[in-house]
């Protein structure tokens, strides 16, 4: 069982930057595809960045078109822990922001294919 743990989460201005943290328990963390889904309320869950092992120490990440060039997706498989660092951030980015892995190893954009979940940190961009 893998349990996955945000945090960094917070209230920031338009343009602002934050970074989220996910910890993961759990022993294969560093084959698992790991990614990062937000849901604003009244919207269903989206993709916003995946991180994919290709093999060895090699990783692929995938982005949504909407935050392509603003955020980052990273892991550090020796502290288990994946994260985002979101720069330029703007009022529609405000959402609960979910990490969540998969043992299928590709950060796919559909969350339905996701083993694990986190409980989500809030993420609200004011103007």
């Known amino acids: 069982q893998v349990q996955l743990v945000e945090s960094g989460g917070g209230l920031v201005q338009a343009g602002g930057s934050l970074r989220l943290s996910c910890a993961a328990s759990?022993?294969?963390?560093?084959?698992?595809?790991m990614g990062w889904f937000r849901q604003a309320p009244g919207k269903e869950r989206e993709f916003v960045a995946g991180?994919?092992?290709?093999?060895?120490?090699?990783?692929?990440?995938d982005y949504a078109d909407s935050v392509k060039g603003r955020f980052t997706i990273s892991r550090d498989n020796a502290k288990n822990s994946v994260y985002l660092q979101m720069n330029s951030l703007k009022p529609e980015d405000t959402a609960v922001y979910y990490c969540a892995g998969t043992k299928g190893q590709s950060a796919t954009p559909n969350p339905q294919l996701y083993d694990y979940w986190g409980q989500g940190t809030q993420v609200t961009v004011s103007s």
């Open positions: 991180t994919t092992w290709r093999g060895g120490s090699t990783y692929r990440a």
């Open positions: 759990g022993r294969t963390f560093s084959s698992y595809g």
